[in-house]
C-alpha cells in the first residue's frame, strides 16, 4: 500500500506537469475554425469541444470534489453532458449526441477550464496533499494525455471527410520516419518477464507482472511501409477472401474496402490526407490507419503473422518503434491478478476487457513521455482512426 506521506517534490512536479499538459490540449486545439470544434462525423469520433470539456470534468469530478472543501461545481449540467462512460458516476448524454452540443459554446468551455485550473492551484497551495490525492491527479494528467492524441485522431477525421480536404496545418505536425525491409531479429525459446515493474505511472492493466514461455521467433525491426501495402493493395489483397477472417471479410464488402483510412486514388495516383492536407504518398513511411482485420490479411499474403503482445515487449529493446501503434494477435485480457479499484476509476480498463485486439508501442500523435514498453492500448478489429500500424512476425 502506498504511504501517505507529503510528498513535496512529487507534489511540485505533477504541477508542473498538469499545467504543460492542459496548456498542450489548447495549442493542439489553436490551428480549428470556431466550426472544427462541434463536428462529429461518426460514433467514434467526439467534437474538439467535447474533449476540452470532458478532461476538465475529470479533474473536478475526481480531484475537486472529494478533495477541495466547500468545492462549488462550475455548472451542475456539465456533469451529464461531458461524463463519457463512467457508470458510477451517474447519468450522461449518448455517446452519439456528441455532436448536437451547440450550447455551452467553445468560449464557455475555455471558461470552465480556466475556472477548474484556477482550483487546482488553490487546492494545492492551500491543502497537504498526500499519496492517494497525488494519485488521482496523476491518473487525470495521463488521461488528458490520452486525450490528446484521441484530438488528433478526431480532428483528422473531421477535415479529412470534409470534401475539400483542408490542411489542419500548413507546417510539419510529426516527425516522421523511413522503414526498410531490415534482417528481422531472431529469439530463442525460452521463459520471459512482461508488465509493468516500477515506482513510476502506469495504467492498472499494465499491472501484474508475470512470466510466459515463448516459442522461438521471429520479429521484424521496422513496421510495414506504405510500399509493401501498395504491393498488398495491387496484388488484389482487398479481393481475396482467403486472406481474410470471416468478419474481416464481411467487413470489406460491407464498406466496400480498397485501402486504409485516408487514401485516395486521384487521378490515376495514389494520394493520402494528413494533417497537411492531401498530398502524395511517401512510399518509405510506415503504413497507417489500418484495423486489425487489414493487419492480419497484409500478414497472411506475406505468408507471417502478427506477433503477440508478448513477443512484442519481449522484442521492444532491439526493434525501432514509436511511430505508429502496432496491432498484435493478442485480445486485450486482464494479467494474472488483474483487480479493478473501488468506484468509478475502476471503470476506467477493466470493463473494456473483451472484444478488442491489443496495440503495442506509440504513434507520432502520442505526447513525449507518455508511451513505455509496457503499454497496452486496444480498439475493436474494424477500427481505423487510430495512428495504427502493422509489424510482422512468423515462428522459426
Known amino acids: 500500500m502506498k504511504s501517505t506521506l507529503i510528498d513535496k517534490n512529487r507534489t511540485y512536479g505533477l504541477l508542473e506537469k498538469y499545467k504543460l499538459v492542459r496548456k498542450w490540449t489548447e495549442s493542439i486545439c489553436s490551428p480549428l475554425q470556431i466550426e472544427d470544434y462541434v463536428v462529429q462525423p461518426i460514433e467514434d469520433v467526439s467534437p474538439p469541444k467535447w474533449h476540452l470539456g470532458h478532461t476538465t470534468w475529470f479533474f473536478e469530478t475526481f480531484v475537486l470534489a472529494p478533495f477541495f472543501p466547500g468545492y462549488k461545481p462550475y455548472d451542475a449540467k456539465f456533469d451529464y453532458v461531458f461524463n463519457s ?14 455532436g448536437n452540443l451547440s450550447r455551452p459554446s467553445v468560449s464557455e468551455v475555455y471558461q470552465y477550464r480556466q475556472y477548474i485550473d484556477s482550483h ?7 491543502t497537504s496533499a498526500d499519496n492517494a490525492l497525488l494519485d488521482i491527479l496523476e491518473l487525470g494528467i495521463n488521461h488528458e494525455q490520452q486525450h490528446q492524441e484521441l484530438l488528433y485522431m478526431d480532428i483528422k477525421y473531421i477535415l479529412g471527410h470534409n470534401p475539400l480536404f483542408p490542411a489542419y496545418s500548413h507546417k510539419p505536425v510529426f516527425d516522421e520516419i523511413e522503414v526498410s525491409e531490415g534482417k528481422k531479429l531472431r529469439f530463442s525459446a525460452g521463459i520471459h518477464w512482461i508488465g ?19 516459442d522461438a521467433f521471429e520479429i521484424a525491426p521496422y513496421p510495414v511501409s506504405n510500399a509493401d501495402f501498395m504491393e498488398f493493395i495491387k496484388d488484389g489483397g482487398y479481393h481475396d477472401f482467403r486472406l481474410w477472417h470471416a468478419a474481416g471479410w464481411d467487413w470489406v464488402n460491407r464498406n466496400s474496402a480498397k485501402a486504409p483510412l485516408y487514401w485516395q ?12 492536407g492531401l498530398q502524395e504518398i511517401i512510399l518509405k513511411e510506415p503504413v497507417c490507419h489500418v484495423n486489425y482485420y487489414e493487419a492480419a490479411a497484409f500478414a497472411a499474403w506475406k505468408g507471417e503473422r502478427l506477433p503477440t503482445e ?8 532491439q526493434i525501432k518503434w514509436g511511430h505508429r ?8 485480457l486482464p494479467y494474472p491478478g488483474f483487480k479493478k479499484a473501488p468506484g468509478a476509476i475502476g471503470e476506467y480498463n477493466g470493463k473494456f476487457m473483451v472484444n478488442q485486439m491489443v496495440l503495442r508501442g506509440a504513434s507520432v500523435a502520442t505526447p513525449k513521455g507518455h508511451s513505455r514498453k509496457t503499454y497496452r492500448n ?5 477500427q481505423r482512426w487510430q495512428f495504427a500500424g502493422i509489424r510482422l512476425a512468423k515462428e522459426i
Not at 378 to 382: A, G, P
Open 85 to 98: 462512460y463512467y457508470e458510477t458516476v451517474g447519468s450522461r448524454i449518448i455517446r452519439t449526441d456528441r
Open 120 to 126: 487546482i492551484k488553490q487546492l494545492f497551495g492551500d
Open 196 to 214: 509493468f515493474e516500477s515506482d513510476n505511472f502506469c495504467f492498472d492493466n499494465e499491472l501484474g507482472r508475470h512470466q510466459v514461455y515463448l
Open 265 to 276: 486514388f486521384v487521378d490515376g495516383q495514389w494520394m493520402q490526407y494528413g494533417l497537411n
Open 310 to 317: 508478448a513477443e512484442w515487449e519481449v522484442a521492444s529493446e
Open 325 to 332: 501503434w502496432e496491432w498484435t494477435e493478442s485480445a486485450y
Open 378 to 382: 486496444f480498439f475493436q478489429t474494424d
